[in-house]
């Protein structure tokens, strides 16, 4: 039916048109957008999880280091780190395989404004197809993300487990408990409820950061927004149509709006059935009014 | 060439005085730290503005949400919820290309499909929504016993508004409001870089730090000084904020004065 569009009534043209192989590359990123945050957040809570636990460690380097990468949440744009980190992500993986294998190789990588390493070492290799670049693109973005809003997280857990009451912890060694012990049968169950918040603010915080994927070089929403609604005239197309952009735009717009508000209402529920029953303001709260 | 000549060519590079071509080779250190510094009057520009008019709007906006009127009540509410529920970046985006399409019919828009003007717009209406927040918040915490001290000593309509609720207001939402304006300064880094021409480039910091990334493909050199520019930038912020803060907070014994402190952030 979608064969001669110039031919059809408004409303199956504009059907047809969101229907074209390029509309359903935007859907699909979508699915890329979408991909990206459920992958992301784990990971992200795990570095961060990594993080707090070592600016806590009694190794002084270690609480150096993890005291060192909570830090650096503060201070500096963080889309300055996306734009760092997938450039330096990219050049340290490249650095280490050409150390790895080509330890004989007589240049120095960097020559000039230059940054060389041997044809094997590539990532990803030359020859490769084009979905491995893809994917490999996308993975340095997961990795920068994960980096990124794991520094967040870090700060959010590393608060979350000094607000566990010290008594908790005092008992724990009372009773014998190693300090490993103490840490993940006392402190690490009773801290979620004090992330909690935090973590569900780092989590609308992540979803407002998706549309920087753009800036890492994926080919997710920002960028099909950008190609589909630029103006088309009829040489080039069989849906010729003016600069809709703005009405891309407006798409997505729309689309992080709800969102986020879906996001809100179901932590929002998640809060309350975890409050349920603590000894907090809010458990207390929840007993008076039921 | 000297360090001193690269100053004085490139100092005001980002306005569009001195050097037009940008550096191409053999970029030295010199270079980088003085075309970066210069994006920074970009960055400057746009944050002192908006958190100047931002204030203004975001007192309304919190007012508004506080108010017995249900209209302004719900607009503000949705103005709020479109604010900080859509991400800047895509605000931007669709503020230029809502902008580009006006122009057709309004030629005096046009004024806004340059960066300095309407991304300055989208700031300004952006740190209203989150701040108009954080205020709101502080208007609800306002003590009772304060309202109520005030309407005993005969505190009516504005005086009452300007003298009691208003000060109490900035000063506890004070150490929330400077982490707010601390990352309003850090998301003018997002305005080259959606949608909005950098004309003849001239752009802002991280513009400069991602064009010498780019032609040294060397990312080492150029974003720690970046980070450098802003670290120092908010060290100036609180600064100046821990002033407003002191004297918002003069007639407080000492031990009860909220000290600021630099939260975890509010990215948007």
Known sequence: ?290 | MSCWETLADYGLRSLGYGERLLPRDELTICQQVVLIGSGMLWNIYFGVLSVIVGFMLATAVALGKASQSALWRKLSEWFIFLFRGSPLFIQFFFAYFLFLSLKSSFPAASVFTSAWSGALVVLILNTAAYSGEIFYGALMSVPKGDIEAADAYGFKGWSKFRKITWPTMLRLAWPAYTNEAIFLFHATTLVFFSGFPARQQQGDALYYASYFADKTFNPFIPYPILAGYFILLTLIIITLFGIVNRRLNRHLPQNDRPRLKLKPRLLR
């Open chain 1, 1 to 290: 039916m979608c064969t001669d569009p110039s031919q059809l009534d408004q409303f199956s043209w504009l059907a047809c048109y969101l229907t074209t192989p390029k509309h359903m590359a935007l859907y699909w990123s979508v699915g890329t957008v979408l991909s990206l945050l459920a992958i992301t957040a784990p990971a992200a809570l795990l570095f961060g999880f990594g993080g707090a636990t070592s600016a806590r460690s009694r190794i002084t380097p270690l609480r150096w280091f993890g005291k060192g990468y909570i830090a650096i949440v503060r201070g500096v744009p963080d889309i300055a780190f996306f734009l760092f980190f997938v450039i330096a992500l990219d050049q340290g993986f490249e650095w280490i395989r050409h150390q790895v294998k080509c330890p004989d190789w007589p240049d120095p990588i960097r020559q000039g404004n230059d940054f060389i390493v041997c044809a094997a070492a590539k990532m990803p290799l030359g020859t490769a197809p084009q979905w491995v670049h893809e994917t490999y693109g996308f993975f340095l973005a997961v990795l920068t993300f994960a980096i990124v809003f794991g520094a967040f997280a870090a700060n959010v857990l590393y608060g979350a487990m000094r607000s566990v009451p010290h008594a908790q912890l005092e008992t724990a060694a009372a009773y014998g408990m190693t300090p490993r012990q103490t840490f993940w049968r006392i402190l690490v169950p009773q801290m979620w409820v004090y992330a909690l918040p935090g973590l569900g603010n780092l989590w609308m915080v992540l979803i407002k950061a998706t549309p920087l994927l753009f800036l890492l070089g994926v080919e997710d929403i920002v960028y099909w927004a950008r190609e589909l609604g630029g103006a088309k005239t009829a040489r080039f197309t069989d849906y010729p149509h003016a600069d809709w952009r703005m009405w891309y735009f407006f798409g997505l717009l729309v689309f992080y709006l709800l969102f986020t508000r879906v996001s809100e209402v179901v932590l929002d529920r998640l809060m309350k059935r975890l409050t349920h029953g603590q000894a907090t303001v809010g458990g207390e709260a929840q007993r008076k009014a039921a």
